[in-house]
């Protein structure tokens, strides 16, 4: 299945490097530069942010299931999408730090999130651990969702307001090189994390205690699968804001076909979710542009019917 | 096979005492004791996965938790993932270990689960389950085996296999020690552990702690006239 679905991918990365609003092939015959410039600088970007937040959401999805033993826990249910956000509307809004303020600023959201999160649900104790955790997170997204709405009703102007309001709903839209090249390592190095945590979370399914007498060190184990929730979530909202029901819903299309092993299926759900946003972004660059739909809204608007028909199918 | 397991001044406060222990292998040690006893605290403590004052050294050396080195089996049969029987038992190998179906299927055949194997642990009866969480618990062939409640929820029939399964376990070398609450099969192990209160009140063979007095005073029964099965123990 893996294999299927890294041919999916590779063909939709493809199909969304070659669609855009001018025909790059016809631009190389009379200026090679140009064609090159929005190759490089806009399709490129887009495409592979696609490619690289898709498979963390995935990832970051299957991960916390696994780690909460929860069929309903997503990234955004441990804090991290949260503080990521409230760390890049504070950085970028308000500080007025650009591109790369915004990351740092959102990077440092999800690891103030992450902090908070750890203090308070004894991330070093081992009995109770991961219900602490699921309620530490509600917590911490709840009181990171009140400081947006309050960054929001403090925007410096109404354009400001504008703005933080459309880029949490979401988007890949003129994304840059730069903003790819930010966040590529950091995902890469959270879906490393995530990956090799994999054998840890099977064995989880049987409990902590179980987990523990196998071998597993729980502690690292969680400590790991949080950071690298936090590296592709912090990332993936630096430069896309919020993009939902993709780390919710894409766990329960794969888990499935690995037997239902949820460390295992940490690889295909990274795959799928890298499927599913790359396919999401290039359907919303065919629909009208006037429509001015957003990726997040799109995901969430074709992702939530989705999950009560997964909920109503018996799960 | 590892040595004996030795619990020094382990305890659990307020759920049991300081205790001292000696546990060998090849033997079967029953822990009883009426509800909220502390059977689980000690079984928990002995395996390691609660903390608190005490030490527990297997062969002499703190114990390090490995599929091979001791099982711990709680009494919950919750699953949460549905998962096939087969591929449940298949954790019990470890996170590093390579799958060995052979090692799979014969736990399963010893918990007379092969027949379960295929099937989503999630549509299995609550006995059905503990039968193949017993064999997640062998599979690796662990030097200790520490069960809560094993035979809890089985059949008649399959509370007898489940006995000789975990006597024949102890009979190529493990250590089994196993909570229950029934007390004619409990006079099957090698020996006895009785816990009340927190405390450790006798420690022997069978016969000698399954007593008259210690049956009204515990868990208040007497033995029924003409081999009836138990009575309330008059006060």
Known sequence: MNLRLALLCTALLLASLAIGPVDLLAIAQTDPALARTLFVELRLPRAGLALLIGAGLGAGGAAAQALLRNPLASPDVLGPASGAALGAVIAGYFLGGGVLGMAMGSLAGAGGGLAILLALAGA????????????????????????INLALSLAPSPFALYDLMFWLMGSLADRTLPQLLLAAPLIALGLALLLRAGPGLDALTLGEDVAHSLGVALPALRRQVVIGIALVTGAGVAVAGNIGFVGLVVPHLVRPFVGHRPGRAILPAALAGAALLLAADIAIRLLPADLNLKLGVFTALIGAPFFLWLIRKGL | MAGSLEAHALARPPMLAAVNLALHPGTMTGVIGPNGAGKTSLLRALAGVSRGPGRVLIGGQPVQPHPRTLAWLPASRDAVWPMTAAALVALGLGPSALLDNAAVAAALAACDASQLAGRSVDQLSTGERARVLLARALVAQPAWLLLDEPIANLDPGHRIDVMLLLAAQAARGAGVVLALHDLDLAARCDRLLLIAGGQLVADGPPAEVLNAAHLARHFGVQRGGGGQGWERAAD
């Open chain 1, 124 to 147: 070093g104790s081992r009995a109770g651990g991961t219900t602490r955790l699921v309620l530490a997170g509600v917590a911490v997204s709840t009181l990171f969702g009140v400081a």
